[in-house]
T-cell receptor
Framework: NAGVMQNPRHLVRRRGQEARLRCSPMKGHSHVYWYRQLPEEGLKFMVYLQKENIIDESGMPKERFSAEFPKEGPSILRIQQVVRGDSAAYFC????????????FGNGTRLTVT | SQQGEEDPQALSIQEGENATMNCSYKTSINNLQWYRQNSGRGLVHLILIRSNEREKHSGRLRVTLDTSKKSSSLLITASRAADTASYFCATDDGGNNRLAFGKGNQVVVIP
């Protein structure tokens, strides 16, 4: 049973370009969470999605960031017109339900904006 | 949402010794969780303790929760070199897994 799969592992973008980060949750998990980790910091919640629905996006910047979890395929975190401050590790996690069940994390995508 | 804060920030111990980390938070919680992160990897869930629980064990791990002091501790007994990692506490105030993480506690176990 594969764990949470994220790709790419490393992504380099120039300022102004778009970054697309993908996440496939564990089999049987329909709840997906995106977190961002800056160097030497803990993870910061960004968004919580279920299939075809955004449940909580209170941690998402108001502009340039969007997320989706379509009926088929992986969840996508999209960052438009990237800036240097977007450089971070972006982690996806999944869980089988909304309750207090542990999150299963992927190995993250490390975005570097040059 | 509140922020978990671990203390101490960095810990270096000899293999076989015990390692203790503390975490404090600011508001009411539904549960508190501890995660481990190896360098360059994702987080691995270690243990979850609910707000109505005071202590929990899992293998060599022991977690306590004091809701009156809004604090938790993680004890790793008989540490091993493989325990070298960063350890994060995270609080869930709504039971929906929107977790608030602390900055982490780096533990180095010297063989």
């Amino acid at each position: 049973n594969a764990g949470v799969m994220q790709n790419p592992r490393h992504l380099v973008r120039r300022r102004g370009q778009e970054a697309r980060l993908r996440c496939s949750p564990m089999k049987g998990h329909s709840h997906v969470y995106w977190y961002r980790q800056l160097p030497e910091e803990g993870l910061k919640f960004m968004v919580y999605l279920q299939k075809e629905n955004i449940i909580d996006e209170s941690g998402m910047p108001k502009e340039r960031f969007s997320a989706e979890f379509p009926k088929e395929g992986p969840s996508i975190l999209r960052i438009q017109q990237v800036v240097r401050g977007d450089s971070a590790a972006y982690f996806c996690a999944s869980s089988p339900n909304q309750g207090d069940s542990p999150l299963h994390f992927g190995n993250g995508t490390r975005l570097t904006v040059t | 949402s509140q922020q978990g804060e671990e203390d101490p920030q960095a810990l270096s111990i000899q293999e076989g010794e015990n390692a203790t980390m503390n975490c404090s938070y600011k508001t009411s919680i539904n549960n508190l969780q501890w995660y481990r992160q190896n360098s360059g990897r994702g987080l691995v869930h270690l243990i979850l303790i609910r707000s109505n629980e005071r202590e929990k064990h899992s293998g060599r791990l022991r977690v306590t929760l004091d809701t009156s002091k809004k604090s938790s501790s993680l004890l790793i007994t008989a540490s091993r070199a493989a325990d070298t990692a960063s350890y994060f506490c995270a609080t869930d105030d709504g039971g929906n897994n929107r977790l608030a993480f602390g900055k982490g506690n780096q533990v180095v176990v010297i063989p």
